[in-house]
């Protein structure tokens, strides 16, 4: 029987990929002072149908629990926190910083770097409308990614804002109620044809002379361009203000050569609000590595729905977070040969020679394990020459071996594999040592 179509077994030797790649992600997070938490995969379906957007809405793994209440798979980690701040908003500090490494879910089709099932890396700022909120959630990520020995030449972090977008459109004369829609179909481009765009914009609504300029303004490479465009619309500044703020931010703090101006970020989903980036691959071979953006309305928009009108709106606090996937970054690594060969670890290998030997090093074993190293014992009975090779295939730094000539003087011999020097030492003068 094969895995439910796209789930992944992780073997070993996946297993151990997997652990290197967490352990980046949570020493960059540790590193810049992140918390980390964690929540059930299993949420109320409602919390996603209401705030997430549509397409998440298509791609969630819901059911029925016995007591006929609706419950989905997670398929995203920010609803999750927004709820359990709200559940401890009057006792949590006014800013957070919180990271997770979660599990999510997500039915949707399966192309190159997209499974049904993957991990993700999630960093957040919470309580922090500044864009020094955004540096500390983006200078992490690329840290990152330079423990993994990547560099600027291979990935770009390409940044928008939706308010900067927002006030674009109300200039080119796209009515607020429509931004949504406008955002949803932008996000397609580059996934569709721009005949296929123009198309769905108009069926959005979206008169066919402003899809054509709509289209041309999203593809502005600069944000010089985007600038005096926003002084011939005489649009407001503000989302303006706040990319040219993150820019200089991210040039002092020396990582300049990562970023790219790309008007055409959005997000899919819709709390998204101001900031918006994604990581890519610098050939754009892939989908995305890594995506977030702000979305200061969404633990009050849900916390609204749960609270009395009175008490409607007392719960405010903006947030900044991005998503990094496991999926599409293993993919670049192993496209690049980037990734590690990470193979079995012990510190000792005991490799006794009979049953009668195997005893005597079993005080051996535990004194070793007792003491903090990481040691195994063979299990059968084999000639040296296959017990080295087995410790070698295990990743042991030293073989320890008895025979019967080392029992007869109570001694083992240690074979040091880096140095491939061996010694006997008595073993009860060993054990004391330990």
Known sequence: MQAVKGMRDFYPQDYRIREWLF????????????????????EHEELYVRKAGEEITEQLYTFEDKSGRKIALRPEMTPTLARMVIAQYRQLPGRLKWAAIAQCFRYERMTRGRKREHYQWNLDV???????????????????????????????????????????????????????????QIDKLGKMEDSALIEALVKEGIPQTLALRVLEVVQLKSLDEVSALVIELNAPKQGLNQIKELFSLLNHYGFSDWLVFDFSIVRGLAYYTGTVFEFFDASRGLRAIAGGGRYDHLIQNLADIDLSDKAKGSISMPAVGFGFGDVVILELLSDLKKLPEIKPHLDFYLAPFGEEERIL??????????????????????????????????????????????KQKGEIRIKTFATREEQSLNLSDFLSSL
């Open 126 to 184: 919470l309580g922090d409308e500044s864009q020094f909120a955004e540096l500390e959630l983006l200078t992490t990520a690329i840290h990152a990614l330079e423990s993994m020995g990547l560099s600027s030449n291979e990935v770009k972090l390409r940044i928008s804002n939706r308010n900067l977008l927002a006030d674009v459109l109300t200039g080119l004369g796209v009515d607020k109620s429509d931004h949504i829609k406008v955002f949803l």
């Open 361 to 406: 090093l079993l005080p051996l074993l535990k004194e070793l394990r007792h003491k903090g190293f990481f040691a195994e014992m063979h299990a059968g009975i084999a000639k040296p020459r296959k017990l080295l090779e087995a410790a070698l295939e295990k990743g042991a730094l030293h073989c320890i071996m008895m025979g019967s000539e080392e």
């Open 23 to 42: 352990q980046i992600f949570r020493e960059a997070s540790l590193k810049s002072g992140f918390e980390f938490y964690d929540a059930s995969v299993v």
